[in-house]
């Protein structure tokens, strides 16, 4: 219900959600609960990003990170991948905001929203790095992705986006079918009346009509941008969009705009304390100051261009360690998960194998033959119990010795064991006796296995001289073959598969009985 409360069912945070989390991860403490607690930090540090807290967003992501892997939260891991790797771009460091991009895609269901965030944040990389055929192919992916899950504000954003990218690469006549989408998307949201408050659509109509060479549309839209930016709190994440909307105007020669995008740059710039950002602040105004002839100012601007660089490359190595250290904290819990997972799976086979002969025990008989006469049941088909022991065992251990004794059961069950394919389980019932478990069998195929196995231990010649029916080593077996009724149990198998091998001990050593039930001869 808290987590209700928190995630809207388009997967955005709702309007109280920061309460809700904190009270909830103070819940999760309290009573241990790792997996909601690593959720709550995920969540947190979502919020926090889109105040443009990034101090305390961090702080989350290196809280929550060891959590989710070590819970397999795999929706919260993308999550918080997905932050790291925005940060990193927003300070420039496309190659590591694309690694995390990529490990958030590696720890989410394919066709999850944060794997839609991380393909259009890739395509977000390959349009700073020029390649706007790829930007658009991630974009289209992530927009695609986001369609499974109906009309949202993420999708509108993602329409915005593929637009824009289409009217960078010179194909406005592209852009236009998705821009109809977008406007569609808007009126399912009861958004039609705030478009012109919403500065991505602005900002796609301003590139739309500078690319089809129209700009005094392009500057009317750009102003509706600015008004929208100036009602808005998410100014941060609007700086590289501001520069584009001056690249606009100075191909026009149109400066009269430009000092407003300046000062709507200047405070989340500066504040953010990415340098990265300040850059591209820097950056316009050495440009317009140079568009109007003022070359001294210009200069100005261009030594503290230096400065902020020098300082860029500090971020930088930052970065990487903090990249560096988080990766680190997540690989020492894997390393952690992956010798508790290997230990998990020692311990389960020691407590479902049979030591002396490395077959399966009798624990996992009485699993594995439920599940097989389950399966035989649903298939209308035939299960079958083989109940086999050693003739003669005990005159064989006082004749050879008990070591020898473990040979010979060890050999059969090897003998046996070769027969364990599809639709047959083997399994050491006790001392020297053996059970074997068929599903959809016939008496032909059965019988055909079960003299295999008589054949090839009697052709090893194995000598036993406190035999009174053979000087070799025999076996005998008893067995139950029928089709599974609603008023059949394992147990009636196990019983008549017994009752038919104690037939054979008692008649005929060395030989094989087959019972159709108890009533059967």
Not at 148 to 166: D, K
Not at 417 to 422: A, I, K, L, T, Y
Request: proline content about 2%.
């Amino acid at each position: 219900q808290k987590i209700e409360q928190i995630i809207s069912p388009t997967g955005a945070l709702q309007e109280n959600a920061y309460k809700t989390l904190i009270e909830l991860l103070a819940e999760a403490v309290e009573e241990g609960n790792k997996l909601v607690e690593g959720f709550c930090h995920a969540q947190l540090a979502r919020y926090y990003y889109s105040m443009s807290d990034l101090k305390k967003s961090g702080k989350h992501l290196r809280k929550g990170l060891p959590l989710q892997q070590a819970n397999k939260d795999y929706d919260g891991l993308a999550i918080s991948y997905n932050l790291l790797g925005i940060d990193a771009m927003n300070h420039g460091n496309y190659q590591i905001a694309l690694d995390n991009f990529l490990q958030a895609i590696n720890d989410a269901d394919m066709t999850s929203r944060p794997v839609g965030t991380s393909l259009i944040n890739i395509g977000h990389i390959y349009l700073g790095l020029g390649d706007f055929d790829e930007a658009i192919n991630y974009c289209s992916r992530g927009r695609q992705i986001y369609q499974q899950f109906g009309p949202s504000y993420n999708l509108l954003i993602a329409y915005s986006q593929e637009s824009m990218y289409h009217c960078l690469n010179g194909h406005p006549e592209l852009a236009t079918p998705l821009i109809d989408e977008m406007i569609d998307i808007a009126k399912q949201l009861d958004l039609t009346e705030q478009l012109d408050r919403l500065p991505f659509i602005s900002e796609v109509y301003a590139l739309y009509y500078h690319s089809m060479g129209e700009p005094e549309q392009a500057h009317e839209h750009i102003r509706a941008f600015i008004r929208g930016l100036k009602e808005s709190d998410e100014t941060l994440d609007y700086i590289e969009d501001m520069v584009w909307m001056a690249q606009i105007l100075l191909e026009n020669e149109d400066l009269s705009l430009i000092p407003d995008l300046l000062d709507i740059m200047q405070a989340p710039a500066e504040a953010s304390n990415i340098n990265h950002l300040k850059l591209h602040y820097i950056e316009l105004q050495i440009r317009y100051h140079d568009a109007l002839g003022e070359l001294v100012t210009a200069a100005q601007w261009g030594k503290r261009f230096f400065d902020v660089s020098m300082a860029k490359k500090k971020d930088d190595i930052e970065i990487y360690r903090m990249n560096i250290e988080l990766r680190n904290e997540v690989e020492d819990m894997k390393r952690h998960q992956r010798a508790i997972e290997e230990e998990n799976r020692r311990l389960l086979q020691e407590a479902s194998t049979d030591p002396l002969t490395g077959i399966a025990n009798r624990a996992l008989l009485n699993q594995k033959s439920e599940e097989m006469f389950q399966q035989a049941f649903a298939m209308e088909t035939t299960f079958g119990m083989e109940m086999l022991d050693i003739d003669f065992f005990k005159e064989f251990n006082d004749t050879y010795g008990h070591q020898m004794g473990d040979e010979i059961i060890q050999t059969v069950a090897g003998i046996i064991d070769s027969v364990s394919v599809d639709k047959t389980f083997v399994a050491r019932y006790g001392g020297d006796e053996f059970m074997i478990v068929y599903l959809h069998q016939t008496d032909e195929q059965l019988m055909n296995k079960a003299n295999s196995i008589r054949r090839n231990l009697i052709a090893m010649h194995i000598e036993n001289s406190g035999s009174t029916v053979s000087p070799f080593v025999t076996i005998s077996q008893g067995i139950r073959n029928s089709l599974v009724t609603e008023t059949h149990r394992v147990w009636d198998y196990t019983f008549t598969a017994d009752h038919a091998l104690y037939e054979v001990k008692r008649t005929h050593k060395g030989s094989i009985r087959l019972l159709h039930g108890m009533n059967a001869t």
